[in-house]
């Protein structure tokens, strides 16, 4: 028998009637002859409202402990939804990340998982059972509960979808699927029908937040294919697959804004082997996650050396860099966390020429000034002004024509 997973977002869940309405969904999968695994996440904003108890009683809460009480969001949602289908006839069972030995590292609050237990699963939906696993957590090896990061219920679904071999991981959500950018930034934004997990992975990590970065890279690497769809309505949402050639005639599929950002700019540090290693190894040690670095000669002797990070990640950054200021030579450092960066995205870049040409000029006739550039193969980011960023996302959308469907685009040169 299949194996399909149907993740369900928090606001899927919110409360009662909502649970009623996935339990029928759920309901309407075994009707098709599925055997069911649900991942849920936390009712509504309970994440945030546990986070600030937390907050209410220490100011630096352990992360141990944190872990410990955020995977108590999933749990009573997974527990409450095995109830529901039990109320409409059906025998369903609910698990915590740590009954299906879903093991994980020991970096709290972060995890990644390791390995799945699947012989308890497979036992239970071979009985006829519906079965729910809370998202979100895990267990490391000495028995700690761990959480792999907010967002982090997609990313449990995806690794179950590989670990049982689903044929399909729906993501339940409170939008219509992925659209080509943000509709509350450009409100004409278009559906897409389909995703590469390229583009995805893209998107995602440039705070599309639509799906969990890692669970798309679950997806990539095993080739699970991913359905993003409205809990509330039955249409087909957006499928995230691997690359059909088609794919390559949109230049552009989507374009994002990210505002929580901030960039370090390390200037006239001394031009010798090793000193961007050092700056990049302290960093790692401080486990600050670095966006985008450009590192430019300005002479034989001194160069200048930039990166982004989350504007969460700055004080951080900004203490490591701070630390090791002289041991690189450098003259000064200089910090912007007035910034935003307009990123455009598509498989297409990588066989098309003049999406550069096309994506600055929007901005030129927006009167939009660029900061800084930064590429890679499928993807090109500009550095702008936070407050001229939404103007330069709306010059970039109309642009790349990103308010249609993709195959009525004319964006090749
Ligand atoms: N409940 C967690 C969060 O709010 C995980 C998730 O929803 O995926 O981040
Ligand atoms: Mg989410």
Do not use: W
């Not at 937040?209 to 997806?219: D, I, K, Q, S």
């Not at 450092?333 to 003049?354: K, L, N, Q």
């Amino acid at each position: 028998m299949a194996i399909i997973i149907q993740k369900f977002g928090g606001t899927s869940v919110a409360d009662a009637d909502k649970i009623k309405q996935a339990a029928r969904r759920v309901i309407k999968a075994t009707k098709k002859g599925y055997q069911v695994v649900v991942v849920a996440s936390a009712r509504g904003k309970q994440t945030d409202q546990l986070i600030a108890d937390a907050h209410e009683l220490n100011p630096n809460p352990p992360e141990r402990e944190l872990d410990q009480l955020l995977s108590t969001g999933e749990q009573q949602t997974v527990s409450l939804f095995a109830m529901a289908l039990e109320a409409m006839g059906y025998k369903a069972i609910s698990f915590t990340g740590a009954q299906i030995r879903m093991v994980t590292d020991s970096v709290h609050t972060k995890a990644r998982i390791i390995s799945i237990d699947s012989k308890r699963i497979h036992k239970e939906l071979d009985e006829g059972k519906i079965v729910l696993v809370a998202g979100y957590q895990g267990i490391d090896k000495n028995g700690n509960v761990t959480t792999l990061g907010r967002g982090g219920s997609d990313t449990s679904a995806m690794a179950l979808a590989t670990a049982l071999k689903a044929e399909e991981c729906e993501i339940y959500t409170d939008v219509d699927g992925i659209y080509t950018t943000d509709p509350r930034l450009f409100g004409d934004a278009a559906k897409m029908e389909r995703i590469s997990y390229d583009e995805m992975l893209e998107l995602s990590s440039l705070g599309a937040n639509v799906m969990h970065t890692r669970a798309v890279e679950f997806g990539k690497k095993y080739d699970v294919k991913i359905h993003v769809r409205n809990s509330l309505k039955e249409d087909k949402g957006t499928i995230v697959t691997h690359e059909v050639p088609r794919m390559e005639d949109v230049v552009v599929s989507g374009a994002t804004l990210q505002k929580e950002l901030a960039k370090v700019d390390l200037i006239n540090v001394d031009n010798k082997p090793g000193n961007a290693a050092k700056v990049f190894s302290h960093l790692a040690k401080a486990k600050v996650i670095i966006n985008d670095i450009v590192q430019t000669e300005v002479s034989t002797e001194k160069a200048n050396l930039s990166f982004t990070v989350d504007a969460a990640e700055l004080k951080a950054a900004k203490e490591t860099v701070e630390k090791i200021k002289d041991e690189v030579n450098c003259q000064n450092i200089f910090i912007r966390d007035d910034i935003a960066e307009v990123s455009v995205v598509g498989v297409g870049m990588r066989t098309h020429y003049g999406v550069a040409d096309k994506l600055f000029s929007a901005l030129a006739e927006a009167k939009v000034n660029i900061d800084s550039i930064t590429t890679s193969e499928i993807r090109i980011s500009c550095i702008v002004d936070k407050g001229q960023s939404k103007k330069a996302l709306r010059a970039v959308c109309r642009a790349f024509e990103l308010d249609k469907p993709a195959e009525q685009r004319k964006q090749t040169s």
